[in-house]
């Protein structure tokens, strides 16, 4: 086994570990009740080697300081390097830490929760804040942003709702699959259609999963499902016939796409669980009597249950109505200011 070690610099402290540990213990060998005797130590970690001050190892109350003081019984080798039987790799991070008080933290999450535990090993509470103010941020901008799934395949599609624990809307959208030129009015709905889906995901973002696929044979088609199922579907495309030529049209049939939308609400595993509409049920599914309950009070709390549900859908609907009156404001503000 080989490592390298040398003196002063953040850099020149770490070196990455060679031989990774799974845990710290003392083993046979010899011991010392204490090393504040001395200024310099010697530490090797997991068969990477650190040499540093006894000053930096004590800055916080932690471990590190406790095999300092002699209350913590280390095992030092015939060289004199305290042996610690842990993984090395982020050993260097936690004594950049000790000496600056602050360093920057990687964004991938595993390798910030490996940091997370090695510095609750060391029980270095300024750097577990710190990694834990790290995840909560991560956290924040991943709920912060909309993401939305492109189909690549049917195969893919449907492992995606079966597998999805929240209702799903899929938006189909492809204009160039049409054997027939579009109405005048097409495009603009067209256009309509795409602009709701991305309101109906600001909106229910965090409720339900849409998807889009722009691969299918639909022009557009909203498709909606719950629990693995389709519920209902809103083709938005038709043939007509014009004078001596059929034409396709698109249509933006607003209402009605709202109205699925608030229908698969009810299929919330966090509000129906699994059997979706046996919510609707007096009892409810869960609701399973418990010791010295009665009947009378298991159907009062699936009342219960059944009635934040509507409560929670008329907030939803009202939402959406105002949604869609801002938006025919709108349209009538942009059709004076044509005239």
Same mark, same amino acid.
């Given at each position: 086994m080989s490592a390298e070690a040398s003196v002063g610099g953040h850099d020149a402290d770490s070196v990455r570990s060679v031989v990774p540990q799974p845990a710290c213990h003392s083993t046979d060998g010899h011991r010392t009740p204490g090393l504040m005797g001395s200024k310099y130590v010697k530490l090797n970690v997991g068969g990477s080697l650190h040499y540093t001050t006894i000053q930096t190892l004590s800055k916080e109350d932690s471990l590190l300081r406790s095999i300092c003081t002699g209350a913590t019984n280390v095992t030092i080798d015939p060289e004199g390097w305290v042996v610690l039987e842990r993984s090395g790799r982020h050993f260097g991070l936690v004594l950049n830490f000790l000496r600056d008080g602050s360093v920057p933290l990687p964004e991938d999450h595993r390798e910030l929760d490996e940091i997370l535990k090695e510095a609750q090993f060391y029980r270095v509470q300024g750097l577990i804040q710190h990694c834990l103010n790290a995840m909560q941020k991560q956290q924040d901008v991943f709920e912060s942003v909309c993401r939305i799934p492109m189909i690549t395949s049917a195969k893919e599609e449907q492992k995606m709702i079966a597998t999805c624990r929240k209702p799903v809307v899929k938006l189909q959208n492809n204009r160039g699959n049409n054997k027939y030129s579009y109405t005048s009015n097409s495009d603009d709905n067209l #256009?309509? &259609?795409? @602009?709701? *889906?991305?309101? #109906?995901? #600001?909106? *229910? &973002? &965090?409720?339900?999963? *849409?998807?889009?696929?722009? #691969? /299918?044979? @639909?022009?557009?088609?909203?498709?909606f499902y719950g629990e693995g199922r389709k519920i209902a579907e809103v083709c938005c495309t038709s043939i007509v016939y014009a004078t001596e030529k059929k034409q396709t049209k698109v249509e933006f049939p607003e209402a009605r796409i709202f109205e699925e939308t608030l229908n698969i609400l009810i299929y919330e595993n966090n509000r129906s669980g699994p059997g979706g509409l046996h919510l609707l049920d007096s009892r409810g599914s869960g609701s399973s009597l418990g010791a010295g309950q009665s009947e009378e009070e298991g159907a009062a709390g699936g009342d219960r249950r059944v009635r934040r549900i509507h409560e929670t859908f008329i907030r939803d609907a009202m939402r959406l109505v105002s949604?869609? @009156?801002? &938006? /025919?404001?709108?349209?009538r503000s942009l059709t004076d200011r044509s005239r």
């Open positions: #256009l309509k &259609n795409i @602009e709701l *889906f991305d309101k #109906l995901v #600001l909106r *229910f &973002n &965090n409720r339900v999963l *849409f998807v889009k696929d722009v #691969l /299918g044979d @639909e022009i557009c088609c909203w498709s949604l869609l @009156e801002d &938006n /025919g404001t709108a349209a």
